[in-house]
């Protein structure tokens, strides 16, 4: 008959062995897989009982890591972006996103995320104007919002796009999701590293959802004697930088007659119409603005956003 080994556990070893289950085995149901670890461990061999003691050790520790990465949920890039966000969708070139900006079937909804360098907030008429810009040239059925945030001046007396970019990157937290369409859009001072001395550029549309108003440029405009209100060139610019991402002219947005004013690029040629090449400066602007009427867009151009699926 074989004697089985009457051996004693150390109080110390049980006890801690015991703690360290009972961290993780709280509720009736893991108290139960508790006593079976517990009767596994009387009735082992001492060699046995060691190795048996590291592998639930290292399974234990396994779980408790895995336990941690559910509770930190995805993983964040330290500005609110998880590894998973497909930031791609929203860094294409301008006029790529001019279909579903357009029409309300694939994105019904449109936010637009909106950064503003202190001291340089969009006046509330500008919004305002540019919310009615939208709502007419948009099939957007469950709406149009739009967020402002106030950011410190990065410092800079100018800036170049790939500037712009990176301060975008940096920033942006609203990206394309499920049915919601998503613009950045940033108010910034300084000017523009490509303005000259004929022309000041007021705002830039260069990525698909991405666009750069240059808000200290405005006002120096804006503060000119008989010069249109702050708000009137800021809504002019604002809205004209919208009309490029768009798809005007031929710049996404098929044409649907010709009116593309090829030497000034993806401009239209008639000179009162929204998408003319000089309300991208403040010197054509200001000249092109009378009686402080915001231009609108002309027959042609309202033609193309129709056929591509706006109003």
Known sequence: MRHQKNLKIPRLKMSWFTGILGIWFKNKRDKGILSFFICRWVNMELQVRKRFCSICLMGLLGILGLGCSADSGQADDGNGLNDTMDVSQNRKSVGDSAADLLDGSRFPALHLEIFYVEGLKPSATTLDNFESFLMERLHKPDGVTIALTEISSPGQAVYSITD????????????????????????????????????????????????VIFADTIREFSGQPLAPSTAVLETTVLDHEFGHLLGLVNAGTPLQSTHQDETHGKHC??????????AETGEGLINMISGGTIPGLDAACLADLQANGGK
């Not at 040629?269 to 000089?278: K, N």
Request: glycine residues 8%; negative net charge.
């Open 269 to 278: 040629t008639t000179e009162d119409c929204l998408m003319y090449w000089t």
């Open 164 to 211: 712009i970019r990176n301060l975008e990157d940096d920033i942006r937290t609203a990206y394309n999701q499920e049915g919601i369409l998503k613009v950045f859009g940033l108010f910034i001072d300084g000017e523009y590293s490509e303005n000259t001395e004929n022309g000041s550029v007021l705002g830039v549309a260069y990525r698909n959802t991405s666009f």
